[in-house]
């Protein structure tokens, strides 16, 4: 059964959360969304239906958080809180879900990243980490891991520099690129020190994303692979049970099962395919 | 890579100590602004909020400076507050959280600095709403709780207490019937919005009482007489406003 860090929010059943909640953390520019863009196809053409969201993506807070960062007057509490409102938004209306429904839930960063950056803005870490654990732990988290010295002439030389990724509301009166490196470098410090306490599968970011690919693509493999095993003995475990429990001529009149019931182990293959609202998103219905 | 060896992370150095965000991530913070902080509670139709604009034209009068401030009404937050009760799609999490960033921007952009600047403010309502409403909505009291933990901790927090009949009376006889989630139909109560009001609303009243001793709030008997109310609120905000010497005048 899943789980989350703490206390789950009230009508949040976690007894049938079939999918897998694959995350992929990392520093700005580190190519999450690159991979993502990758694995995306890859995971449908085996077969499995495969959900995308990422920071401010939620319809309740996404346009409020885009809108308040244009200002010059968005508060580190209040920007906490505000990425908190929407990664819940998302957590309980596309995330879960989807999870539900079998998806595999590709994730372009999750709540690591948004304590990082609460906590290089001099947030108690004890306050954040009790906000976010409410969130469900994930299948897998890989963190594409990039140093300095490699992350900025890919920032440079591709969208320059931004002045949230600089962190230059930490750093009034630097330019970009001193703001860059110090705010980058205490992200990193951060992400270090969390990586052992959550469990981050390290991948080294620096070769080219096609071979960054194949490693994350074995990773998921093994992922599925284990848990296709474990479906696998709880069907022969489902079906001797029912062996046992029912008469013979129900056995051959029993519609021939394509699925593993929710049980102790999670089915693999998606049986439920949510409507899709035809931007290849998909949607799901709020209550 | 192997965690914990030694991983490099570039040629560069944090230069700029970093600033706490305010040292303000104190459970409930004793802070010692100069300023003070007054905040009313109490359930729609308490009367809280006629009590509070009394006082607020009394302390102008005996030339305080003063600011007031309202739950809910953040520059940077209440559309995004208003967009989802309009489409109805918040959650008692996201309700909760979308409320708590609220309050923060307005912690941040006028509670604090004007504390600091040795003003009186004045809250029509408090962490202490979130933690009735939240609480009453399913959340976890201790999470909810920890979710305001920068809040700084009020001089006096009035709790005008009244019977839910008579709220409901006065309500009533102002307008005709309740918003989707004051009257907590989101929790699927009743389909009345009336009965699912007194529900909802009883829920909060008992979260309140609970919180009398929890956070010291001040009970104030919201059935009495307006001005006997007013009366008890000015004695007791003057006994604390005496003895603040840093309060700042208005020029």
């Given amino acids: 059964m899943r789980a989350t860090y703490g206390k789950p929010l009230p009508g949040m059943r976690l007894d049938d959360l079939g999918g897998k909640l694959v995350v992929i953390e990392g520093t700005d520019g580190a190519g999450r969304s690159t991979q993502i863009n990758l694995l995306k196809p890859w995971l449908e053409e085996l077969g499995h239906a495969v959900v995308d969201t990422g920071m401010t993506r939620s319809p309740l807070a996404g346009e409020g958080i885009r809108r308040a960062k244009e200002g010059n007057n968005l508060g580190r509490v209040t920007q906490s809180l505000f990425y908190a409102t929407d990664f819940v938004d998302r957590l309980e209306n596309e995330i879960v879900p989807a999870l539900r429904a079998g998806f595999i839930v590709l994730t372009d960063r999750y709540i690591y990243s948004l304590m990082a950056r609460a906590i290089v803005r001099g947030m108690n870490p004890h306050w954040i980490r009790s906000i976010y654990s409410v969130a469900l732990k994930p299948d897998a988290i890989f963190y594409l891991r990039l140093g300095i010295d490699q992350l900025l002439p890919r920032v440079v030389f591709t969208r320059g520099f931004d002045y949230w990724e600089s962190g230059m509301d930490l750093y009034p009166g630097h330019d970009m690129y001193d703001s860059f490196c110090s705010y980058q470098a205490a992200l990193l410090t951060e992400f270090d020190r969390m990586s052992s306490e959550f469990n981050f599968e390290m991948v080294d970011a620096s070769p080219d994303a096609k071979t960054v690919c194949e490693h994350l693509k074995k990773n998921i493999l093994q992922l599925l692979e284990r848990d296709s095993r474990k479906s696998f003995v709880a069907r022969l475990y489902a079906d001797s049970a029912r062996d046992l429990t029912a008469g013979f001529d129900k056995i051959t009149a029993a519609p021939v099962r394509t699925s593993v019931p929710p049980g102790p182990f999670p089915a693999l293959t998606p049986v439920v395919s949510p409507a899709s609202n035809g931007n290849g998103h998909h949607a799901f219905h709020r209550k | ?251």
């Fill in chain 2, 1 to 251: 890579m192997e965690i914990g060896s030694g991983v490099r992370i570039g040629p560069f150095e944090v230069f700029a100590p970093l600033q706490p965000a305010v040292s303000m991530i104190r459970q409930y913070g004793e802070h010692n602004f100069p300023g003070r902080l007054i905040v009313v509670e109490g359930i729609d139709g308490s009367g809280k909020s006629t009590q509070l604009s009394l006082l607020h034209k009394w302390l102008e009068s005996k030339g305080y400076g003063v600011v007031f401030s309202e739950w809910n009404s953040s520059p940077l937050v209440k559309d995004t507050t208003k967009h989802g009760k309009k489409k109805k799609m918040l959650t008692p999490a996201t309700f909760s959280l979308i409320h708590s960033t609220d309050f923060a921007d307005r912690t941040e952009r006028s509670i604090l600095p004007l504390l600091k600047a040795g003003a009186v403010v004045l809250c029509d309502r408090y962490v202490y709403t979130a933690f009735a409403r939240d609480v009453a909505r399913g959340m976890d009291c201790k999470w909810v709780r920890e979710l305001y933990g920068f809040a700084v901790k009020p001089a006096i927090a009035f709790y005008f207490r009244v019977p839910l009949e008579t709220a409901i009376h006065r309500l009533l006889d102002a307008r005709d019937g309740f918003k989707f989630y004051e009257a907590g139909m989101d929790l699927d109560l009743s389909d009345d919005s009336v009965e699912s009001f007194r529900m909802f609303q009883s829920r909060i009243l008992a979260e309140y009482e609970k919180m009398i001793p929890e956070f010291g709030l001040t009970v104030i008997d919201a059935t009495l007489p307006i001005e006997v109310q007013q009366s008890q609120v000015r004695q007791i905000v003057k006994t604390h406003l005496d003895h603040a010497q840093e309060l700042r005048e208005r020029p």
